[in-house]
């Protein structure tokens, strides 16, 4: 199986450990990841923000890049969730239906690391070790839109060590929602902070999600708070084994 890394923007400018968890993890449990060096932004914020037109050469870029591969595995719930829903309708505004076709045959292979390992890979024990009181948010596209349900919680269960304790009101969002959480940031800030006093309420050491970007709002308002809790992304804990503590 040919597979390949999409690292997104966020986490290829703040967040490069992330990436680096995923093929160490995915080299773990023996497979070659490959990144191609083509790859750039997926088009979400573009489109979210009203730019479709200008989201259209990334549609076209990210698959161009990314077709030859039998799997796409990406940390992001949200652009994953961008690829598989919004790539296609994307493609097909344009009336080209040689890259509709292509979009069409690229955007299914293109997985959540959750869907990944647990689907795709049927595996939900790593071989992972995080000795960590840790509480996990479900972020919203991955609730909403790749509906990935428990796959993060099942692998999560699976780690050595871990003591896993359920977030109050989980499925509530973060506030974040990209440019929402500048064009709104009172309201955004409001949820967060919501959803940053149910963390607390958990006494976890470690706040767990499927997106940066998510953990990023929540770990600055509980950064804020002096809380003691430090966001660390789900691909992280998942690499970690007992010989890195």
Request: charged residues 20%.
């Amino acid at each position: 199986m040919r597979v390949a890394l999409f690292i997104t923007c966020l986490n290829d400018t703040m967040y490069p450990q992330t990436g680096k968890a995923v093929v160490r993890l995915l080299t773990r449990l023996g497979h070659e990841v490959d990144f191609p060096e083509a790859q750039t932004c997926c088009g979400q914020m573009h489109l979210n923000t009203g730019y479709r037109d200008q989201c259209v050469p990334l549609v076209k870029g990210f698959t161009e890049a990314f077709e030859s591969y039998d799997a796409v595995v990406t940390p992001s719930a949200s652009c994953g969730a961008m690829i598989r829903d919004w790539h296609p309708r994307v493609a097909k505004s344009t009336g080209d239906a040689r890259f509709t076709a292509a979009v069409a045959r690229t955007a299914p292979k293109v997985y959540e690391l959750s869907e990944f390992l647990v689907d795709v890979l049927g595996v939900t024990d790593v071989g992972a070790y995080f000795p960590h009181r840790v509480t996990y948010h479900p972020t919203c596209h991955s609730l909403r839109m790749l509906k990935v349900g428990d796959r993060p919680l099942r692998l999560l269960r699976q780690v050595r060590g871990i003591d896993l304790v359920e977030l109050p009101d989980a499925a509530e969002c973060c506030g974040f929602g990209g440019t929402f959480a500048l064009k709104n940031s009172a309201v955004s800030s409001a949820m967060g902070a919501d959803k940053a006093e149910n963390v607390r309420k958990t006494s976890a050491e470690v706040l767990c999600a499927a997106d940066n970007s998510c953990l990023m709002h929540i770990g600055g308002t509980l950064s804020r708070l002096d809380a003691g809790v430090r966001p660390v992304h789900l691909a992280e804990i998942l690499a970690s084994t007992e010989a890195q503590q």
